[in-house]
């Protein structure tokens, strides 16, 4: 019976571990959201041009069209936020009749750290991402 006891006790720590994980995954989509709103209204007011974005294929197989509009977060491409401030990953698996059509894509919720756990150095913060298209652009 005591193990039963060890067992819950594990499981309750488990439990509110993930929680404070969530919580803490949470508060940082969160801040990330809000500085993209807050580049995307200083990119506007300062006549920044936004582009066509476009979807890589894995291992560089080719570009589809996205139908979206807005600023590459990364020199590779694979990252971007639309005029209206969601956050998009620009790799996907494409086939042919995706470059012929196009791909459409779902946002999603913005890290604080592009490329976070990938190789040294193909990681950037978001914020020295967002400086590097529009210098200046916080008004902290």
């Known amino acids: 019976m005591r193990d039963d006891g060890w067992a819950r006790q594990r499981a309750e720590a488990v439990?509110?571990?993930a929680e404070r994980l969530e919580a803490r995954q949470d508060a940082e989509h969160t801040r990330a959201e809000a500085?993209?709103?807050d580049f995307v209204a200083a990119a506007t007011a300062a006549g920044l041009v936004p582009g066509d974005l476009q979807v890589?294929?894995?291992g560089g197989r080719?570009?589809?069209r996205t139908g979206l509009?807005?600023?590459y977060l990364r020199v590779d491409r694979t990252a971007g936020v639309s005029?209206?401030?969601a956050f998009y990953v620009l790799t996907a698996p494409i086939g042919l009749l995706d470059?012929?059509?196009g791909i459409r894509l779902e946002p999603?919720?913005?890290p604080l750290i592009l490329g976070a756990g990938g190789k040294d150095g193909e990681s950037v913060p978001l914020a020295t991402a967002l400086d590097r298209l529009l210098p200046g652009w916080r008004t902290e």
């Open 15 to 17: 439990r509110v571990q």
């Open 35 to 37: 500085m993209l709103r």
């Open 56 to 58: 890589q294929g894995y």
């Open 62 to 64: 080719g570009t589809a």
């Open 69 to 71: 509009t807005g600023w």
């Open 83 to 85: 005029t209206d401030g």
């Open 99 to 101: 470059r012929v059509r």
């Open 108 to 110: 999603r919720r913005p």
